[in-house]
């Protein structure tokens, strides 16, 4: 997504001037991709641990972080140290003892940092915000909101690694970071405790085994016996995976079409969450990753009323390079709907924009890398600080899911006095 934005749409004023990865043969594939598509000569490849030496010789303003969200601290906290703002991909980081490791680098160093919650952009949620400002539901009380992620899209984080929470702190920290942020935005305040249950209940050998299944390969592409397996990805199957995954495995040893039902897997796949904000309203937060559908369902009830959004998106699979699949738009079903306490009901359109993500990725980029971007009245750009509002509820709830103990956001790290500046 940020290769393309850069050489095409923002390239009169934006430069891609390396690449940074573990992987040549990643790199390669994506110059390759420059020069077929494009017609860009090849950019400078450096390996991580040249990252010092590639800031020094191409000197880059910004340093854009896509890395496992595990490592995410390194390269910002380095970048910073070099003297470069950063853009890092959702979540900010894993744990508190590297959010803490963050914001330290940014009070040193005077840098920015800036997390790209392209939800924020998405026309329909952006709509949702504006009902929430024009008063809808007067104050906001309550939120109930449940995400559900379909056994295509959900079953991609248990073959990747996201598997393993070391990784990526698992759903809470990956994947619900985006709808923190969004109920953070949505009703403008942040959380201040959280308590949290979870299980591995579909996914995984044992799982498996209970329901009678097994799946004794430990991958699936080139192995006769998941030919009819339907969890199964084959990386022979798409240019995109045969180039940045298959052919890379000698060189990285990552192997990106692991079996949902092998092992490890050490992340939740069936989570339920809830939240006090500091505003005073509650959340009931739900996430699955093995419905037969994909998509959301949340309400916001207030002092005034209660708005509801209920949409099924049309996502089919991920295709391993950085584009979602989904046929004839992003929503198979939206509706949206305004419940005045003591008026009639009415139906209020979903707006639905071209590009990934709901339409959102087109926006979120222009707000980035235009020079003169249209006015924001919805303050969408998401900074360190709303980073770490969203990742705290994942760390917060992870931990209460270990104890069995409601945990405080404040007791973990200081965001309420951050928030109030």
């Not at 003892?97 to 940092?113: C, D, H, M, N």
């Not at 942020?181 to 996914?203: C, E, H, K, R």
């Not at 969450?273 to 994909?294: C, D, F, H, I």
């Amino acid at each position: 997504m940020f290769v393309n934005a850069i050489t095409t749409t923002y390239a009169d004023v934006a430069e891609l001037v390396a690449f940074c990865d573990h992987s040549q043969v990643r790199m390669n594939w994506y110059n390759q991709q420059l020069v077929k598509t494009n017609g860009l000569g090849p950019r400078p490849t450096y390996f991580a641990e040249q990252f010092d030496q590639m800031i020094a010789e191409v000197k880059p303003d910004t340093v854009i972080v896509t890395t496992i969200d595990s490592t995410h601290h390194i390269y910002i906290i380095r970048a910073m140290a070099l003297g470069c703002d950063v853009i890092t991909e959702k979540p900010m980081t894993t744990d508190l003892p590297k959010l803490q490791a963050i914001f330290a680098a940014i009070e040193q160093t005077g840098r920015t940092l800036r997390v790209t919650f392209n939800y924020r952009y998405a026309p329909a949620y952006t709509q949702f915000r504006q009902l929430l400002m024009d008063g809808a539901v007067g104050q906001p009380l309550a939120i109930d909101f449940s995400w559900i992620l379909n056994t295509s899209h959900g079953a991609d984080y248990f073959r990747r690694w996201h598997r393993e929470k070391q990784n990526s702190g698992g759903l809470l920290v990956h994947k619900a970071t985006h709808h923190f942020d969004l109920v953070n935005w949505w009703v403008d305040a942040y959380p201040i405790s959280v308590f949290a249950m979870g299980a591995l209940s579909f996914y995984g050998r044992e799982n498996a085994a209970a329901r009678g299944e097994h799946y004794p390969y430990s991958r699936y592409t080139g192995v006769p016996e998941a030919k009819n397996d339907s969890f199964a990805l084959f990386l022979t199957s798409k240019e995109a995976l045969r180039g940045l995954y298959l052919e890379a495995e000698a060189e990285t040893g990552y192997i990106r079409d692991r079996n949902v039902f092998g092992e490890p897997i050490t992340i939740e796949d069936t989570l339920a969450v809830v939240a006090r904000y500091s505003n005073g309203v509650l959340l009931s937060y739900s996430l699955v990753a093995y419905s037969p559908w994909e998509g959301l369902r949340v309400a916001v009830t207030g002092t005034k009323g209660r708005i509801e959004m209920d949409i099924e998106e049309s996502i089919t699979h991920l295709l391993g390079d950085g584009q979602v699949s989904a046929s004839k738009g992003p929503f198979k079903r939206a509706r949206m709907r305004v419940f005045p306490m003591f008026g009639q009901e009415y139906e209020v359109n979903v707006p639905i924009g071209e590009g990934g993500h709901g339409g959102a990725d087109p926006v979120m980029l222009e707000q980035i890398f235009s020079p003169t971007p249209p006015p924001d009245p919805y303050h969408r750009a998401a900074s360190h600080i709303n980073g770490a509002a969203s990742v705290l509820v994942g760390i917060a709830a992870n931990q209460s899911m270990r104890t069995g103990q409601m945990v405080f956001i404040d007791d973990l790290f200081p965001l309420s006095s951050m928030m109030k500046k």
